[in-house]
């Protein structure tokens, strides 16, 4: 037996509260439910984050979680949801295996994300930008 939850899960052999699966992806309720509605889609076959994905699981993730959001804020109408997904301990990643949250949103809902913007000067963002183009081509 995988010592993954997420694959056992997908395995069926731990329980999970489902609401949606197709060939590469399945959507399950996220256990913690920060708030109510709270769901992960997480790919079937096993990759430890996004760095991992191959290009059919990449799109199937994106086709499932615009499809269960819709049916998110159709159920519970939430003010706003937020898409987060980790890679790595240093983002917060608590599960090595490629899971998106969707997480229906509410003000003052206690959810936090500090953004410390440094606001660089023009240059700086060239330079990023060009080591980042160099990597693509
Ligand atoms: P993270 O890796 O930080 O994106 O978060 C992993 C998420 O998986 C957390 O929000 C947990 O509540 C959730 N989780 C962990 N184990 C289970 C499980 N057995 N069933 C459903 N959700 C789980
Ligand atoms: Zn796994």
């Not at 056992?8 to 920060?34: C, H, K, L, N, Y």
């Not at 939430?78 to 608590?94: C, D, E, R």
């Not at 997480?103 to 240059?123: F, I």
């Amino acid at each position: 037996m995988s010592d993954c939850v997420f694959c056992r899960i997908v395995a069926g052999q731990i329980p999970s509260t489902r609401v949606f699966e197709d060939e590469d992806t399945v959507a399950f309720m996220d256990i913690g439910q920060v708030n109510p509605g709270h769901v992960l889609v997480a790919v079937k076959r096993h990759a430890d984050n996004l760095y991992a994905l191959d290009e059919a699981q990449a799109a199937a993730v994106a086709r499932t979680s615009a499809r269960v959001a819709r049916a998110i804020r159709d159920a519970f109408a939430p003010a706003g949801l937020s898409v987060y997904q980790a890679n790595g301990k240093a983002a917060g990643q608590t599960v090595f295996h490629y899971h998106v949250h969707l997480l229906p949103r509410h003000e003052a809902d206690g959810m936090e994300l500090t953004w410390p913007v440094k606001n660089p000067p023009r240059e700086k963002l060239e330079g990023y930008a060009e080591k980042i183009r160099t990597q693509l081509a």
